[in-house]
C-alpha cells in the first residue's frame, strides 16, 4: 500500500519507475478524503495544484533528474505561506487570505521535487499545546480518538502517524513539534534556531520559532530536514551554514555516548507512567553503551514561567499587523480605533488574545524591566547551564511530554497544566538548539516520547544519535489503529 511506504521508500520507487507521482499524490489524495473526517488533520487539500505538481516531477523523473524527495508528498502546516493555497494560521482574522509567495521551506521542497499535499490544523497562531484553539475544527488522537494530538502541530502530526501524509512540516515555538509527535508515537525534530528559514513563516515569536520535520522515523525527518536547512539572505536571523548534512546518518555509534540526565526533567514535573518507560529505554540504551549521568540544570524549573513572558511579548509585536486594514478579517468601524478594535475582537480567539495581552503588559512601562528583561536574563542562565553540560556530555536526555496523550478538553479548565506540557521541550527554544522526540515505547497502549537536545549546530549529531537510538529499542515502534 503506498500510503504506508516511508518518504525514502517513496521517493527510491519513484525513481526506479516503479510507480508514478501521480499514482502517489492521489492515493494520499484518496486516503485524506477517505479517512481524514475521523481525524481533522487537515484543513484543506489541494488536488488540483498537488497533481499538477506531481505531473511536472514526473516529466523530471522520465528525464533522469528527479530530486532528494522524488514525488513524496509533503502536508504543511497552515501558517507556512504556499503560494495561491488559502494559508489561516487557524484563524478567523485570516479567513480567505491567500499568499502571493511560498515560504523558503516550500521552495526548497519544491526545488527537491516533492509536492505539497494540503495545509494541516494547529493551535490559532501556532498558541496552544492541543490543537483545541483551532477556529475551524478539533484535530484527533490517532491512536485513541477522543485524545488530543498535542499542539501546536497536531494537525502535521495526526496526519503523519494516521498515514494521510508520509512527512510534514510544523513550527516549533515551545515544544509544538516535538510535544504533539511524542503524544502521536511519531518523530519531530527542532533545528537549531536559524538552521532553517523562517521566511514565510507566519511569526508567533521570533527568537523562539523554527520549522521542523514530522515523520514516522527519524530517516525520513532527517530527509526533510536536509532539504529545508541552509542560508537564506531573505531572513536576517537564517544562519550562514550550510544545509543539514546527513550522509553519516547511519553512522554512529551508541558505544560510549555521554548522555546527561537533568533531575529537573524527572520526579514531580513527569508522571510515573511515563518515567517509568523512559527509565526502561535508559535500561536498553545502556546495555548498548551509551553513558548516562545525573545532572543538575537548575534553571529548566524558570523555563515556562519565561516563556510565558517571551513568547506573548513577541507575539503582542508580531500579531499588530493584523489591524483590518491591509489583509485578512475587516469588521465595519466607526474611525480606525474602532475598525482595530472591532477586528481582532471578531477575529482572534480567547488564547491569542490572551497571550497579546500579556504580552503587551509585560512590555509595557514600568513593568519593561521587571518582566520581560528579567525573563531574557534568565534566558541567558539557562543558556550558559547547558553550555556547561555540553562541555562533558554530547547530549541531554528527557521525556519530550511530562504525560501521555490526554482527553480533549479534559485541560481547558486548567490553563496552568496546558502550558507545563512544554515544561521539556521549552529549554531547547530559549537556548537556540536543536531536539528531536522518538517514540520510546507505551504506557497504558498510548506513546512516550523520549526527547535528545544537544548544543547549538549540532543538528548532524542528534540525528545520528536519535537513528541509531530508534534501531536500539525495535519494540517502541508501532501503528496506530487503522480503519
Not at 509567495?101 to 490559532?124: C, M, P, R, S, Y
Not at 536547512?229 to 551508541?254: A, E, H, Q, V
Not at 513572558?309 to 465595519?332: H, M, Q, T
Not at 544519535?465 to 480503519?483: D, H, N, V
Request: glycine content about 10%; overall charge negative; some cysteine.
Amino acid at each position: 500500500m503506498l500510503t504506508g511506504l516511508s518518504a525514502f521508500e517513496i521517493a527510491a520507487k519513484v525513481r526506479a519507475k516503479e510507480v508514478s507521482c501521480v499514482e502517489v499524490a492521489q492515493a494520499f489524495i484518496d486516503r485524506v478524503g477517505e479517512l481524514d473526517g475521523q481525524y481533522g488533520a487537515f484543513l484543506r487539500l489541494a488536488p488540483e495544484v498537488t497533481l499538477e505538481q506531481a505531473a511536472a516531477v514526473q516529466e523530471r523523473v522520465d528525464r533522469g533528474e528527479a530530486g532528494l524527495l522524488a514525488g513524496v508528498p509533503i502536508a504543511l502546516k497552515d501558517n507556512i505561506s504556499t503560494l495561491g493555497i488559502e494559508t489561516t494560521c487557524a484563524s478567523k482574522i485570516l479567513e480567505g487570505y491567500v499568499p502571493p509567495f511560498n515560504a523558503t521551506v516550500v521552495e526548497q521542497i519544491l526545488a527537491a521535487d516533492g509536492v505539497v499535499l494540503g495545509k494541516t490544523n494547529l493551535d490559532e497562531f501556532a498558541m496552544g499545546a492541543s490543537t483545541e484553539t483551532s477556529a475551524y475544527q478539533l484535530t484527533k488522537n490517532p491512536w485513541d480518538t477522543t485524545r488530543s494530538p498535542g499542539g501546536s502541530s497536531g494537525g502535521s502530526a495526526a496526519a503523519v502517524a494516521a498515514e494521510l501524509a508520509p512527512v510534514a512540516l510544523g513550527s516549533d515555538t515551545g515544544g509544538s513539534i516535538r510535544q504533539p509527535a511524542s503524544l502521536c508515537g511519531i518523530v519531530g525534530f527542532k533545528p537549531t534556531y536559524g538552521r532553517t528559514s523562517r521566511y514565510g513563516l507566519i511569526a508567533f515569536g521570533s527568537s523562539l520559532d523554527q520549522i521542523g520535520p514530522l515523520a514516522r522515523n527519524v530517516e525520513d525527518a532527517a530527509l526533510l530536514a536536509s532539504v529545508t536547512s541552509g542560508k537564506d539572505p531573505r531572513d536576517g536571523t537564517s544562519l550562514p551554514n550550510p544545509p543539514i548534512d546527513i550522509s553519516s546518518l547511519k553512522s554512529r555509534s551508541l558505544k560510549g555516548m555521554k548522555v546527561a540526565v537533568p533531575d529537573e526533567m524527572f520526579g514531580d514535573a513527569t508522571s510515573p507512567e511515563v518515567q517509568a518507560v523512559i527509565e526502561e529505554a535508559m535500561k536498553t540504551l545502556e546495555a548498548e553503551g551509551v553513558v548516562f549521568t545525573r545532572v543538575s540544570i537548575p534553571s529548566i524549573k524558570l523555563g515556562v514561567t519565561t516563556y510565558y513572558i517571551i513568547a506573548p511579548a513577541e507575539a503582542s509585536s508580531n500579531l499588530g499587523r493584523f489591524d483590518g486594514i491591509r489583509y485578512g478579517l475587516r469588521a465595519e468601524g466607526k474611525g480606525h480605533i474602532d475598525l482595530v478594535e472591532k477586528t481582532r475582537s471578531a477575529g482572534f480567539g480567547k488564547e491569542v488574545k490572551t497571550r497579546i495581552m500579556i504580552g503587551t503588559y509585560a512590555l509595557s512601562a514600568g513593568y519593561y524591566d521587571a518582566y520581560y528583561v528579567r525573563a531574557q536574563q534568565v534566558r541567558a542562565i539557562m543558556q550558559q547551564e547547558f553550555a556547561q553540560v555540553y562541555q562533558d556530555y554530547d547530549f541531554v536526555l528527557s521525556p519530550t511530554s511530562p504525560i501521555t496523550a490526554f482527553k480533549i478538553g479534559e485541560l481547558n479548565q486548567d490553563p496552568l497544566a496546558l502550558k507545563l506540557l512544554d515544561y521539556c521541550t521549552i529549554p531547547a527554544n530559549m537556548g537556540g538548539m536543536p531536539g528531536i522526540s522518538i517514540n520510546a515505547g507505551f504506557a497504558g497502549g498510548l506513546p512516550v516520547g523520549l526527547q535528545l537536545l544537544a548544543a547549538p549546530l549540532e543538528d548532524e549529531s542528534v540525528l545520528q544519535a536519535a537513528y541509531a537510538i530508534e534501531k536500539a529499542l525495535p519494540g517502541a515502534s508501532g501503528r496506530p489503529p487503522m480503519p
